[in-house]
């Protein structure tokens, strides 16, 4: 999709994001101390490179599985219905699970997914986003734990893309439109 000129502004540095999945990991080991196994589902694509981090501390016996929801498309707005592209691979009825998001805006994609999720009757359903825009909110959903509150805007990196590109940032960065000529 053709975008018009952009630049990036880091807002979250890979420092600051390493010393927060560090965290956020520690509160979820803590939480799911007594499991026998913990499903750890990635919400495709945009939480992959933080699911990769989150996995390597959370110190539990951990099976990681992948779900692909769409509400957005290559827009930057959500479209408010929420498509399942890829199902999960494994059966988590009596599981543990962890939910691991990117981004909840106005909370469609999360709530479609958790409701999904639990009519498959887990023994524990959590979540965990990266970022929350509360301000965006128009679903009553949260998550059990979030990375950062960051204000209105639309940022890039760290596995969240505009328009599939700016995946591989190591920082999480605003896109901020150029006026043009
Ligand atoms: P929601 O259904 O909560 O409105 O939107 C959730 C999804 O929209 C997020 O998981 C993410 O994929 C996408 N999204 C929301 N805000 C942003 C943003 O600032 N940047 C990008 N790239 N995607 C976003
Ligand atoms: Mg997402
Ligand atoms: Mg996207």
């Not at 691991?100 to 999720?117: A, K, Q, W, Y």
Request: glycine share 6%; net charge negative.
């Amino acid at each position: 999709m053709p975008t018009r000129p952009y630049v990036i502004d880091q807002m979250i540095s890979p420092k600051q994001i390493a010393a927060r999945v560090e965290v956020l990991a520690r509160q979820i080991t803590e939480h799911f101390a007594d499991t026998e196994k913990l499903v750890v589902v990635g919400l495709l694509r945009g939480s992959f490179v933080f699911i990769a981090d989150l996995v390597r501390e959370i110190h539990l016996p951990v099976e990681v599985d992948f779900l692909e929801a769409s509400s957005y498309g290559d827009a930057m707005t959500s479209s408010r219905e929420v498509r399942i592209l890829k199902d999960l691979r494994g059966e988590i009825a009596g599981r543990d699970v962890l939910v691991v998001e990117d981004i909840v805006d106005t909370g469609f994609t999360l709530s479609h997914v958790v409701r999904l999720l639990r009519s498959r009757e887990p023994k524990r359903l959590e979540v965990c986003a990266l970022l929350d825009k509360p301000s965006r909110r128009e679903v009553g959903i949260r998550a059990t734990w979030t990375g950062f509150e960051i204000p209105d805007e639309f940022v890039v990196g760290y596995g969240i893309d505009y328009a599939q590109r700016n995946r591989n940032l190591p920082f999480i960065g605003k896109v901020r439109f150029l006026e043009e000529a």
